[in-house]
């Protein structure tokens, strides 16, 4: 699926179910699952809502909430993931995902590599690996509606 006809099938409401193996401290990995939302912001920018709860496998259990902003430039025909920086605003780029759907980001010393899949138009995961000094973990998203 190309960039933009990805982009075009975010806008709406999504369910996920999320994996993480954390291979610095087994106890932080776990199981989430959540809801979330793409809401247009404008002609090419979405606001990304996550609300969910995540269980580690030492039994606790922790509410999750993230948000980003998804940007389709038509210029170059990448997708932009950005932070959020406050209310509707766009923060610091997060990564440009390229033509074969992988992208990278540098955390001081650790990185992160993301991969999408698309499995189907109310289908998609999510991968990170991450590596470095702090951190060294897989987490898998699987987003369907």
């Known amino acids: ?8 099938i975010l806008p709406g409401h999504w369910h996920y179910i999320r994996s993480i193996t954390n291979y610095k401290d087994l106890s932080l990995s776990g199981d989430g699952t959540g809801n979330c939302e793409f809401v247009s912001v404008c002609d090419n920018d979405l606001l990304y809502l996550e609300s ?23 210029v170059s025909n990448n997708l932009e993931k950005y932070f959020v920086a406050g209310q509707n605003t766009k923060g610091d780029l997060f990564y440009i995902l390229s ?3 992988t992208a990278s ?11 999408y899949k698309v ?3 109310s ?10 000094p702090r951190k060294d973990y897989i987490l898998s998203t699987t987003f369907t509606r």
């Not at 699926?1 to 075009?8: E, S, V």
């Not at 980001?105 to 991969?115: E, F, R, V």
């Open 99 to 101: 033509d074969n759907n």
């Open 1 to 8: 699926m190309q960039t933009q006809d990805f982009f075009n």
């Open 123 to 132: 289908a998609f995961v999510i991968t990170y690996s991450v590596k470095g």
């Open 52 to 74: 969910g709860t995540f269980n580690t496998k030492d039994g606790c259990q922790l509410k999750t909430f993230n948000s980003y902003f998804y940007v389709f430039n038509g």
């Open 105 to 115: 980001h540098l955390c001081g010393n650790d990185t992160y590599k993301a991969s």
């Open 119 to 121: 499995l189907s138009e």
